[in-house]
């Protein structure tokens, strides 16, 4: 597809339970970022990788968050036990080079932890 | 630790008035301030971006001036349309990756 692509776009989880959320950005694209958006606020950041290398996990809130990108294009953020304060948008989204630049959204994944 | 404000949160204008969104950020070191546009239920996309080494950018209604002395930037939306509305979002580079966000300012256009 020509833009970034997440799934689910909606997920409820019981607390407790473990979730993976899917990136697939767009062709070629160098970056990826996972970013935490909780209602009303703007994006935060939880995670940064250049191809398959993971420069930057420090905002990841927990160990129970995960993220890969094993094959440097598909990323996969998975939560383990999941927690009511885990619900939130999960924002992927890719650039071309490495450098700030124009950052290309997926449409999220809004996840529920009842 | 390195924050954006944003202000305000929400901006109510007629149409066809002008609407002007303001950010401060902390990082001295910052040189890159996109904004970026969000409507309802729909993914963040880039309408205008500045780096430090200029004041002032335009892109026909949009407009962005970059005061770093004061670590200020602004979003100047004339003319504006109901198609403006939106939640608007500032950011400032801390690092030659990483971004810090505002809050972000829920535009509502009147007819």
């Known amino acids: 597809g020509a833009g970034v692509s997440q799934s689910p776009r909606y997920k409820v989880a019981k607390r407790g339970q473990d979730v993976a959320l899917r990136c697939d950005p767009i062709?070629?694209?160098?970056?990826l970022f996972w970013y935490q958006q909780a209602l009303g606020q703007g994006p935060e950041f939880l995670t940064y990788?250049?191809?398959?290398?993971?420069?930057?996990k420090s905002g990841l809130p927990s160990d129970r968050f995960f993220a890969e990108r094993p094959e440097g294009s598909v990323s996969t953020l998975k939560i383990q036990r999941t927690q009511q304060e885990d619900s939130a948008v999960y924002l992927c989204?890719?650039?071309?080079?490495?450098?700030?630049?124009?950052?290309?959204f997926g449409e999220g994944s809004r996840l529920t932890v009842l | 630790g390195e924050n954006v404000e944003q202000h305000p949160s929400t901006l109510s204008v007629q149409e066809g008035d002008s609407a002007v969104i303001k950010c401060t950020y902390s990082?001295?070191?910052?040189?890159?301030f996109p904004w970026y546009k969000q409507e309802l239920g729909k993914r963040p996309q880039l309408i205008i971006d500045?780096?430090?080494n200029v004041g002032e950018k335009k892109d026909q209604r949009i407009a962005v001036t970059l005061n770093k002395t004061a670590k200020h930037f602004s979003l100047h939306i004339t003319e504006t349309q109901p198609e403006d509305s939106a939640v608007y979002f500032c950011?400032?580079?801390?690092?030659?990756?990483?971004?810090?966000w505002g809050a972000g300012t829920k535009l509502i256009i009147k007819p």
């Open positions: 989204a890719s650039s071309l080079a490495p450098a700030t630049g124009e950052l290309f």
């Open positions: 062709s070629g694209h160098v970056s």
């Open positions: 990788f250049q191809n398959e290398a993971q420069l930057d």
């Open positions: 990082d001295s070191a910052s040189n890159y």
């Open positions: 500045i780096r430090s």
């Open positions: 950011a400032a580079s801390i690092s030659n990756y990483q971004l810090i």
